[in-house]
Every structure is written in structure tokens, then in C-alpha cells.
């Protein structure tokens, strides 16, 4: 499909009359203690409209509006103002901490109206103004933040889009000023062919994170306004799915509107009255705020697809790399029913999207072939148990899947279903080239609960499992997530030193979502066979001996037992337990590399070689000796012989938390965070 962005632009005039409504009250600058911090508290009630001398507004309005007209041609898109629309402004008493606002509206249509209020917000600038009128906000550390929607259900109209479905907002420092509304939305435009257009009632855009429902804009401290994640209103209000319904006609151009941002991936479903549909699958995509991202034409054809109930494998990834044999990977899905299939085919291709992004896998991606396996489930979900096995809400999915409500310690599938089906299924496997024991599973499920795990067998086998935590909502991981670490390399049990603040802030936060999980999971434990790299302060001093490492396909290289002789000492230190000089001097980065305490879940006797990484916190950086242990297990997979000087030439160390320079590291304001616990270790199998 096309992907053409064009901008929609037309210049709006306003003038308007005004609404009233309650009280006054001091905004509180954090939110309550026993109230989770990233739920914010809507202070609107306690807020008190305006009142003294009337005044009279302009207004203009670059990009999408709340109404859209297209010309004749159907080339140009106008935007419009429709009698009725209504804005919310808001203004802030710093001194006191109180706060007021105005709601306005306007009698006038067309693309230039006025409005007029008989009220004033008497506080000085700045003054925060929404489109639609928005009635949630709250002020943290400071921060102005305001609540308002994005419809999930939408009505289709022909060239344009329902009245009020955008949302806008300016910033102004004195009454005096123009309004120059900028559009915080961005709109899909698409139109249909193919014999089956006249029987399609609904289109639905489906995204890999939140893309309609409640959203938060955050007020900057230059009075631009940016749509977050970090903190909403109702944590029950967000959503992946916007859905179009209406009666369509071939040809025409229709719109959506969406949440502005970068999907990993993304699917249209256009189904009929009875929920016969086809579905396409798009991959990763931004949906630029103000924008319109032009689809084109979809041809539908002339049947709908997703009646099939063979489902073909699907190759992903393809590789090219020239080495003897491919090295492959499964990816399979449970709790998807038949109708949901194709959120796990989209979900599936954005895990291995974000493990394909990140080193050593970025580098070496052309070793491989991806292989989505699907199988449909009786029920949506997993089950649930009571944190020790025994299933309290079950749930009828294909491969069993199933862990505590609050606790993953017993997270499990049914693991001969899951080998079996790869097995039976897996076109590289059923052709000879690899057995089940080569072929590492990513196990995607179809639940919002927060969860991770893998299982491992000594002979190579293994599978993760990923589920789809809170539909791809945000979650943060901090170092060190136990409060302590060994106060030295040689430390005796029981000595440990706080992590200061300032170590913390310096190793940064790792923000991400589900993928980091399935990135840890399946691209740390179940295909690189690493440990994990934290520890639990409260955990006994672990025994000296790994004998993971004599396994037939050795597990937990990455941990030592010796501080003197850790298991990287040859091929990347000094006599000093430090970086090899020729490595710093490669680049600086390599310096971070040396024997740290902490490991395998405990923090003594267990040595690990940086200071954080995947292992630790999830973000997307595997240390020096992790992708070294990474790398040369491709090149085995792959019948190809391991290079250390190859190696060298094609590593990349950076840290894009660290070491990349961005708006998502500097410069923004603090938010609270929701900060994850660490998952459990991993389950090893010995094979008898």
C-alpha cells in the first residue's frame, strides 16, 4: 500500500461565547501517596470558571481540524470550524497554586469564526487551550497535563471525518493573542476496490500500542504540548483498536484518526455484518501528528480471507548471509483465537522486529530465517493460577499457557505441545535441515498481565514466553531494581553498599514495554542461553561451581563463579581485570568492560563483566561478552567457523540508553514511572 504522507493545512479564524461551571481549590504537586503514581488525579472539579469583563478572541488553525471538507477533486482537504465546536482554556495562579478556566463556543461554520466571551480568567499567561473541550488535568512537579479522547468507535463519512474527532491545543501567553491551534492528531486516508467493498460495515486499525481512547498531553516548559504515555487518567481508557463502521462505497476517500506515533506494526481488518473479514498487515510505521498518512487504494478482492482455516507457515525473514545453513527461528502465539490471528501475526513481527534492532542480532540478521507458526486457541488469554501451579481461572488456549495473577514463578506452557507443534510444522525442521533442539521458540501470548519467562533444556532446546503485557502500554525498568549491590570485587557475605542516585541516573532508565521482556527473554536466555545478570539483595551467597557451563550446549557463559578467572578474562581483559587497552583505544566504550559483582540472581560469587545490561534491566544493549557469546552461537547454528577477528570488525558497542542523545533522554520534564519488578530466572531442564 501507499505510504504517502501529505499535510493537511488551512487557516481558521475564531471569535466565540462562553459556557460556565464550578469551585476553586490548591492543586497538589504530586499525587497522593497511597494513589499510584502514574494514575493521575483529574483536578477539574476543584477548579472555578471565569468570570470578570468580557473579551473577544481570534483564532487561527494550521492543519487538521475537527471537520474536514474535500474539494471536488477530492485532492485538497479544508479544514473547517462547525457551529457548536467548543475549547476549554485554562490559566495558573503560580503564587497560590489555584487554578480557573473558560469553556468557549461558537454560533459561526466555515473556515473563520469568532466567539466571544462574557468572562475573563483574571490569572496572568500562560494559558492552555484544548480542542475538544477537555475537562482533565492535573499539575506534577510543577507540569501542566491534560486529558482528553480519541474516539474508538468512529462513523465513517464520505471525504471527511465526525464532527469533534480531533484534538488541538495552543499555548498563549496574553488574552491579546491569536489562537494558533496545532493538531495533535493524525489521520489514515484509505480508500477500497474490489467486489467485496459493498458488504464491508466496519474498518479497524489495530496498532501494536495505544492509539485511540483516553490520551494525555503534557505541557513542556516552552509551552508546546506533546501526547505521553508515562501517566494517564483512567488507566482503563486506553486502546490499540479504532474502528470505522459505516456503509462504504468503492473509490471513496474515508479517514481515521489516531493517536500520533510509531507503531512497531499494525493491522486494517475490513469485516462484514456477520465477521467474515480480510485483513492486511502493515509493518513498522509513524503516524506523524498533524498529518495525513495517505494508504491509497486497498484492493479487498473478491473473498474474504480470513475464512480460511489452514493456516500456511509464514517466513518473515529469509536468510542471505551465504553460510551453509540458515539459522532459524519459531515464533509461535497462544490465547489468539481464529479472529485474532492476525494480532499475533502483527505482534509476532514487531518481536522479532525489536530483537532484529538490537546488536549483535542488527549485525548479523541475514543468518536468519524467521518462521510465525500459527494456531488458533478456543478462548482469548491464559490461564490463571494461584502463583504455585495449580490454574484457578482456566482459559482454553492452544499450548497451555499459564502463570499467577501477581506472581511468574510457575509461568509455563504445555511443553510437549509447543516442541511437538515447531516440530510438526516448522518448514526447516520438516526439510532436514535443523532438529527441535536448534531451533530456539518465541512463545507470544495473547495477555495483558506483566510476565516473562524461559525454559531451557541442556541438549538446546528452548522456548520464552512473551506475553503482550498491557496491550504494549509503557513499562520501566531501574538499576539496581534490589537496592544494593557487593561494596567490592572480593566482598564477604553481608557487605553491601547502597546504589547512589547519581550511579543510577548515569546508567539511565530503561523505558520500553513488552518487547524489552521478549528481547530479554528470548534474545538473552532462550537464544544466547545467557543468566541472568541482577540480583536479589536478600539471596544467600550462591555455591562456586556453574555447572551450566559443561552442559551440551552450554548455558550461563556469561556468569562466573572466580573473580580472578572469569570466563571472558582471555579474550577480553588485561592482567589488571580491566579492559584490554586495545579495545578502549578501539573505543572508548569497550571500557565499561571488566568483573563486577552480582549475578544469577545473587549478589556474591556470582561476577558478571559490566556493569549493566539486557541481563540487568532490559533495555536493548547486550554487553561485549554477551554478543560474543551471542555471535559465535549463530555461527554454530549456522554450520559457519567463528572469526574473533571477524568479530572485532563488525561489534558495535554502543548503548543506545547511554549512549544515544535524544528527546527521550535529555531535556524532557520528570514523570512518575511505573517501574517493573525483575522477572524470575530462567527454568533449566537436563536432559537424562
Partial sequence: MSKRILLLAAALWALAACEKASRESVAPETAPENETPWILKNLFDEAEPASGAPRTFGADFLG??????????????????????????????????????????????????EFETPGSLEYAGPYYTVFPDARKFSLYEGQVILGTSIPVEQEAVPGGIQDGYTVAYVTVQRTDEFLHFKNKVSLVRFRMSGSLVSRVKSVTVKGATNIAGDIVLLVGPDGEASVTDQVWFNPDGRSNTVRLSGDFVAGQDYFIVLKPG?????????????????????????????????????????????????????????????????????????????????????????????????????????????????AASR??????????????????????????????????????????????????????????????????????????????????????????????????????????????????????????????????????????????????????????????????????????????VPYALNISPSYDNPTWKAALLGDDLQAKPSLVAKDSRYGRIGVYQGGDVSVFNRWRSEKVSCMIDNRFYFSTWQRMIIVKRIMSLSGSAYSEASFWEHDNPADPLRDAVSGQTQGQPRLPRRVMPMLPPPVLHEVD
Fill in 64 to 113: 487538521t481540524r475537527a471537520h474536514i471538507d474535500m474539494n471536488a477533486e477530492g485532492t485538497y482537504a479544508q479544514s473547517v470550524w462547525k457551529a457548536g465546536d467548543k475549547i476549554i482554556m485554562y490559566a495558573f495562579s503560580q503564587s497560590t497554586g489555584q487554578y480557573r478556566y473558560d469553556v468557549l463556543s461558537t454560533s459561526q461554520s466555515g473556515p473563520s469564526v
Fill in 262 to 374: 510509531a507503531q512497531t506494526s499494525f493491522k486494517m481488518v475490513f469485516a462484514d455484518d456477520a465477521g467474515h473479514s480480510t485483513t492486511k498487515v502493515g509493518q513498522a510505521f509513524t503516524f506523524p501528528e498533524g498529518w495525513i498518512s495517505d494508504f491509497g487504494t486497498i484492493d479487498l478482492g473478491d473473498e474474504f480471507q480470513d475464512d480460511n482455516t489452514v493456516y500456511d507457515p509464514i517466513q518473515y525473514m529469509t536468510a542471505t548471509a551465504g553460510a551453509p545453513k540458515p539459522v532459524t527461528i519459531a515464533v509461535i502465539g497462544d490465547g489468539f483465537t481464529k479472529s485474532e490471528l492476525s494480532d499475533f501475526e502483527m505482534l509476532a513481527k514487531s518481536g522479532v522486529d525489536a530483537l532484529m534492532d538490537t546488536e549483535p542480532y542488527k549485525t548479523y540478521r541475514d543468518y536468519f530465517n524467521v518462521w510465525i507458526l500459527k
Fill in 379 to 552: 478462548e482469548s488469554g491464559a490461564n490463571v493460577t494461584d502463583g504455585s501451579g495449580t490454574i484457578v481461572t482456566p482459559v482454553n488456549c492452544y499450548f497451555g499457557s499459564r502463570w499467577g495473577r501477581d506472581s511468574y514463578d510457575d509461568m509455563v506452557a504445555n511443553e510437549s505441545d509447543v516442541y511437538d507443534f515447531v516440530a510438526e510444522n516448522c518448514p526447516d525442521i520438516k526439510n532436514g535441515i535443523h532438529s527441535i533442539n536448534e531451533v530456539p521458540i518465541l512463545l507470544v501470548i495473547n495477555d495483558a498481565r506483566y510476565g516473562g519467562r524461559c525454559h531451557s533444556v541442556s541438549d538446546g532446546k528452548g522456548y520464552a514466553m512473551a506475553p503482550y503485557t498491557d496491550h504494549g502500554g509503557p513499562l520501566s525498568w531501574q538499576y539496581a531494581s534490589f537496592g544494593k549491590e557487593a561494596a567490592s570485587a572480593t566482598a564477604a557475605p553481608g557487605e553491601t553498599r547502597q546504589v547512589t542516585e547519581a550511579e543510577r541516573q548515569a546508567l539511565g532508565i530503561s523505558n520500553g514495554n513488552w518487547l524489552n521482556v521478549l528481547v530479554h527473554e528470548f534474545g538473552g536466555h532462550c537464544f544466547g542461553r545467557l543468566d541472568d545478570e541482577y540480583w536479589h539483595e536478600s539471596t544467600k551467597p550462591r555455591v562456586s561451581e556453574i555447572g551450566l557451563h559443561s552442559w551440551p
